[in-house]
């Protein structure tokens, strides 16, 4: 079992930016990636970005230049920059496991315009 903790989150003005956060406990050792998603009013839950031990590094295209993601032992993070309303979303840290995949609680962002 892996357990997710999130921090970060919350309102920010268009062009602002905002840090995500998550730590794994448990069985962390089981963990082969990690990575952020995102599902906004009316839409299905979207990849953000993802960190894998032995894949590249992905960022869905709306992310691509101005999300970092990254990882430090069992915490992963999202720096979120030029952040525009379309980002608005309840964000999801996720952890991919070798037999499960692990989902922390949502956290809201909300860019305004």
């Known amino acids: 079992q892996v357990q997710l903790v999130k921090s970060g989150g919350g309102l920010v003005q268009a062009g602002g930016s905002l840090r995500l956060s998550c730590t794994a406990s448990?069985?962390?050792?089981?963990?082969?990636?990690m990575g952020w998603y995102r599902q906004a009013p009316g839409k299905k839950r979207e990849l953000v970005a993802r960190i894998a031990s032995r894949d590249p590094t992905n960022y869905a295209d709306p992310a691509k230049g101005r999300f970092t993601i990254s990882r430090a032992r069992n915490t992963v993070s999202l720096q979120m920059n030029s952040l525009t309303p379309e980002d608005t979303a309840v964000y999801y840290c996720?952890?991919?496991?070798?037999?499960?995949?692990?989902w922390g609680q949502g956290t809201q962002v909300t860019v305004s315009s």
């Open positions: 448990g069985s962390i050792s089981s963990i082969n990636a």
């Open positions: 996720n952890a991919e496991a070798f037999t499960n995949d692990y």
